[in-house]
């Protein structure tokens, strides 16, 4: 009968016994080691993938920096207010118990305006500004700028229904409309805030800082800052500062509210939202502050 103890790990430098192998014990090299957590990752990503229900629109960038030029920040606002309530591949404004919005009623439900007058000019203003059109089905949006659907393209934004609707309980109209303003200026590969969001070399980008965000919004130095660190502390966006100058920093987008790229986002976005309340998953919990070393840069949320 073998020795169930006839192999062990011993320490060859010094000759010590490390620990005897017993039956059923498996030596595993660092390699197969990682390739196994590896797997378990994937196998873990692709269970959340399983449970992720949320939905989503498109935003076509160029048509909604069109639209921002238009449109003061709250009636842009407005518009994300309405993307969580369009029908997949009609565009038609639902109500919540699935009817069609007929009424200019139905629509100040959606956008949270109870005053006639108000309601009457966002409505109209929307129409003018070609984002908003109405038939005899109801209220629909203009494909043109938003839709729900199959779509083709880069220059297009994803914006997902549930972490919408709550940011648009967190946030005022104009609040909003200056995240919708910003949107057309979001990177496709690293969800930063710049100058050239179709630029494919990311070493190549010009970045936004708060002072030209400010001067993009028409905000001043106070309103400006105000408005970002809000956004930072509820999580819709990451602040980066940069070793060698401390002055200047980036802005990244939350990608679980607003995403270019198809599928999940990559390792460094995921790390620097991981602890965001719009974090689908997230596991409950007090919101925490998180650092993260990415790139040379510090990232805070």
Do not use: W
């Amino acid at each position: 009968m073998e020795d169930p103890n006839k192999y062990a790990i011993i320490d060859t430098e010094t000759g010590e016994l490390i620990k005897e192998l017993r039956s059923g014990d498996k030596i595993i090299s660092k390699e197969r080691s990682e390739a196994f957590k590896k797997k378990l990752e994937a196998e873990k990503q692709t269970e959340l993938i399983k449970r992720d229900k949320r939905r989503f629109s498109f935003g076509k960038m160029e048509k909604m920096k069109e639209v921002s030029k238009e449109l003061d920040s709250k009636k842009c606002g407005y518009i994300l207010r309405l993307l969580p309530y369009m029908e997949r591949s009609t565009g038609y404004l639902k109500r919540k118990d699935g009817k069609l919005m007929k009424s200019k009623t139905d629509l100040g439900n959606a956008l949270g305006v109870k005053k006639v007058s108000s309601r009457n000019s966002i409505i109209e203003a929307l129409k003018t500004a070609s984002v908003l059109a109405q038939d005899e089905n109801g209220f629909k949006l203009n494909p043109n700028v938003h839709i729900n659907g199959a779509t083709n393209g880069k220059e297009l934004i994803k914006l997902f229904n549930t972490t919408l609707e709550k940011l648009s309980k967190d946030l005022k109209p104009a609040e909003l409309g200056y995240i919708y303003k910003l949107l057309p200026y979001v990177h496709y590969g690293t969800n930063l805030i710049c100058s050239d969001p179709f630029e494919k070399n990311p070493e190549k980008l010009f970045f936004l800082n708060q002072a030209s965000i400010g001067k993009l919004l028409g905000l001043e130095h106070k309103e400006v800052k105000a408005f970002i660190t809000k956004l930072r502390k509820i999580g819709v966006i990451a602040e980066a500062l940069s070793e060698r100058d401390t002055r200047n920093r980036k802005y990244y987008v939350n990608p679980y509210i607003f995403y270019r790229k198809k599928g999940f986002p990559d390792d460094t976005l995921k790390s620097m939202f991981k602890s965001s309340r719009y974090n689908p998953f997230k596991k409950g919990g007090e919101k925490v502050t998180f650092y993260t070393e990415i790139g040379g840069e510090k990232v805070t949320l």
